[in-house]
């Protein structure tokens, strides 16, 4: 039976497996208003010879429930459920049904869209709520969440608020990272130099100093507001943020525009008016389009797809992820990106060493960008910012015939790769990786960007 702490007292909403015995689920009806319930409404999905039968059992009970019949496929069921969860005002999803009516995929759509619409969806032995969205900002303000862990999330949110710091938008950033402080940091660059060894030193006192808000505030140059979290959930709830703090401090400052940033999969718990989602080319096409990818992109406005090109994802790969997408969000923006690097300071005519967080496969095509667009020569590169022991080798050898080290802001970049180079007396440069606009359905990211958050301004996204 389901639990009776989840649905006393609730208005529940039903989903009836036409293929059961119409005796049965009233029995079960009858059970779930026992334990506290009250059941406001049923919809029948799948099965048509008992369907009949089961409306009449139902509405000849003395409570009358409102009754909807679903689709002839599944999208339009899904029509009717969205339709009849807001009708009934529930509060609560009670999943009746069974296989064959409904298959494990599908109800990770019937979850994603219930999760959407703020309600909770329970079954025989599952449970799930809405991640939190505390209404906690006073200021225009948008979200940057991801549907994994390594598809560019940080890098995006360099991009995005260097685009609004350069349109007076007057951005801060609130970042979540697992490397997070324990308490809620601001960082403000124009009030301090957040140089490389500024940042080895807060390393060697034992901080994380690769953490995303210090990347943000050196390659972005924007406040941001440092928060940790632990853990995630399957749909984006963190176990334990300290991010309702750190959001609230953006109250109290002067900036007139905040950038709530997620953490891999995970969400942040506030409400904003917007949201942006990342996407990695290189994921496995069920991690975006079901599971609870499907949750992310539809309380998206943008997607912007990262690392479409070859080898990481063929390009019909790339072709399948955009249509899958507008298959599940229609009216989705989208983005199809590259990242390239950019130097955060001079490296021409320099002998250049890199460190990165790209795949292997990408070495030949990251070295000639950065030699032809910048006038350097590059004397290596290393892969390996998230494997401390390989780190530490390729440094050995790669540094001696480096004048600087060109480095992202992640993992390993500090503690091992900067203090490395320090102690070489080789100069460090840190880099971002800039979103470039290769296809999608917007002509213009730039413009997409500016106008999703304009629209916030005036009122125009909640």
Excluded at 38 to 48: D, E, I, K, M, S
Excluded at 333 to 339: M, N
Aim: hydrophobic share 40%; aromatic share 6%.
């Amino acid at each position: 039976m389901i639990d009776a702490n989840i649905i006393e007292g609730k208005r529940l909403f039903c989903l009836v497996d036409g293929e059961h015995y119409p005796p049965v689920t009233k029995w079960t009806i009858r059970e779930l208003e026992r334990s506290g319930g009250n059941v406001a409404g049923l919809l029948f999905v799948g099965g048509t010879e008992k369907v009949q039968n089961a409306v009449q059992e139902l509405q000849s009970s003395q409570n009358k429930y409102r009754i909807y019949m679903g689709g002839s496929y599944f999208q339009q069921t899904l029509g009717i459920l969205q339709k009849a969860v807001n009708e009934t005002d529930c509060e609560v999803v009670v999943d009746l049904s069974d296989e064959p009516v409904v298959d494990y995929d599908q109800r990770f759509r019937i979850a994603s869209l219930i999760l959407y619409e703020g309600r909770i969806y329970v079954g025989a032995d599952f449970h799930f709520k809405p991640p939190a969205q505390n209404k906690i900002l006073k200021k225009p303000s948008l979200s940057i969440i991801g549907t994994g862990k390594r598809v560019g999330k940080t890098a995006v949110s360099v991009t995005i608020a260097r685009l609004l710091d350069k349109n007076a938008f007057d951005p801060v950033v609130v970042a979540m990272g697992r490397g997070g402080p324990p308490e809620p940091e601001v960082i403000i660059p124009d009030k301090l130099d957040v140089s490389a060894d500024l940042l080895i030193s807060i390393a060697e006192k034992g901080g994380h100093a690769a953490s995303d808000y210090w990347e943000d505030a050196v390659l972005a140059g924007v406040p941001t507001v440092g928060c940790r979290r632990c853990g995630g959930g399957m749909a984006g709830s963190p176990v334990l943020s300290n991010v309702l703090e750190g959001a609230e401090k953006t109250n109290e400052m002067p900036e007139k525009f905040v950038i709530m940033e997620g953490s891999g999969p995970t969400l942040p718990p506030v409400a904003t008016d917007a949201s942006i989602v990342v996407v990695g080319a290189a994921q496995p096409l069920r991690h975006i389009a079901g599971f609870f990818g499907e949750y992310r992109l539809m309380r998206s406005d943008l997607a912007v797809v990262t690392m479409c090109e070859e080898p990481i994802a063929s390009q019909e790969k790339i072709k399948q992820l955009e249509k899958e997408i507008l298959r599940l969000c229609p009216e989705m923006d989208i983005a199809l990106t590259v990242f390239r690097p950019e130097p955060h300071d001079d490296i021409t005519g320099r002998n250049v060493f890199m460190s990165v967080t790209a795949k292997p496969v990408m070495k030949d095509i990251l070295s000639r960008y950065v030699e032809e667009t910048f006038q350097c020569t590059v004397v290596g590169i290393s892969t390996n910012l998230s494997n401390r022991k390989k780190l530490k080798n390729d440094l050995e050898e790669g540094l001696k015939k480096a004048d600087v080290l060109l480095t992202e802001i992640k993992a390993a970049s500090i503690d091992v790769a900067a203090k490395t180079a320090q102690e070489q007396e080789c100069g460090i440069v840190f880099m971002h990786n800039k979103s470039v606009l290769i296809g999608g359905n917007v002509s213009d990211l730039e413009k997409a960007v500016l106008d999703l958050c304009q629209s916030v301004f005036k009122g125009g996204k909640k």
